[in-house]
T-cell receptor
Framework: GAVVSQHPSRVICKSGTSVKIECRSLDFQATTMFWYRQFPKQSLMLMATSNEGSKATYEQGVEKDKFLINHASLTLSTLTVTSAHPEDSSFYIC?????????????FGQGTRLTVV | AQTVTQSQPEMSVQEAETVTLSCTYDTSESDYYLFWYKQPPSRQMILVIRQEAYKQQNATENRFSVNFQKAAKSFSLKISDSQLGDAAMYFCAYRTINDMRFGAGTRLTVKP
């Protein structure tokens, strides 16, 4: 199946710093990528949908200036958590949809566990 | 916004037995896809089964099958001959071109 690589898998940062998470589709092109946040023992909450070459669409309640999303190419989307605070600590997952239409499901990265200290 | 509801936070099944996980959704779209994903402790999302809304025939994948009732907006997952490796969180998901949402999840325990 198609592969989505998410990096880093774990990151610890200090309060006030910024952290960038990368999501790459390795063997297919993705016009649309989804970014989710998952708290322990809870579901995946959609944060934003990014489309290549355009601004991301954020879900209600998600601060776009805090969670910067860039989807500059058909294989790469990035999520930058700016001025991170301990409450931003969470598990972040990206998924990418195959542009070819051959695959109907979205493929998921391995996730990033962010800890802000 | 579309919503996905899983009303069973936890389910338990005896090994080799059958279990059904429930899912309902709400949408005004006519073209969409439905999925069941499995999330083990590693937290990697694993696709279990998919269903295109325009297909009337229920999808099957080995021991996994769905009961898709489009009019009722219901999409349940049946796991036959349950195995210890089936123990995980199961999420029902709904997808359109620019949207993909998940239910709250059902934690499945398999008893030996």
């Amino acid at each position: 199946g198609a592969v989505v690589s998410q990096h880093p898998s774990r990151v610890i940062c200090k309060s006030g710093t910024s952290v960038k998470i990368e999501c790459r589709s390795l063997d297919f092109q993705a016009t649309t990528m989804f970014w989710y946040r998952q708290f322990p023992k809870q579901s995946l909450m959609l944060m934003a949908t990014s489309n290549e070459g355009s601004k991301a669409t954020y879900e209600q309640g998600v601060e776009k200036d805090k969670f910067l999303i860039n989807h500059a190419s058909l294989t790469l989307s990035t999520l930058t958590v700016t001025s991170a605070h301990p409450e931003d600590s969470s598990f972040y997952i990206c998924s990418a949809r195959d542009i070819s239409g051959l695959n109907t499901e979205a493929f998921f990265g391995q996730g990033t566990r962010l800890t802000v200290v | 916004a579309q919503t996905v509801t899983q009303s069973q936070p936890e389910m338990s099944v005896q090994e080799a037995e059958t279990v059904t996980l429930s899912c309902t959704y709400d949408t005004s779209e006519s073209d969409y896809y439905l999925f069941w994903y499995k999330q083990p402790p590693s937290r990697q999302m694993i696709l279990v089964i998919r269903q295109e809304a325009y297909k009337q025939q229920n999808a099957t994948e080995n021991r996994f099958s769905v009961n898709f009732q489009k009019a009722a907006k219901s999409f349940s997952l049946k796991i036959s001959d349950s195995q210890l490796g089936d123990a995980a969180m199961y999420f029902c998901a709904y997808r359109t071109i620019n949207d993909m949402r998940f239910g709250a999840g059902t934690r499945l325990t398999v008893k030996p």
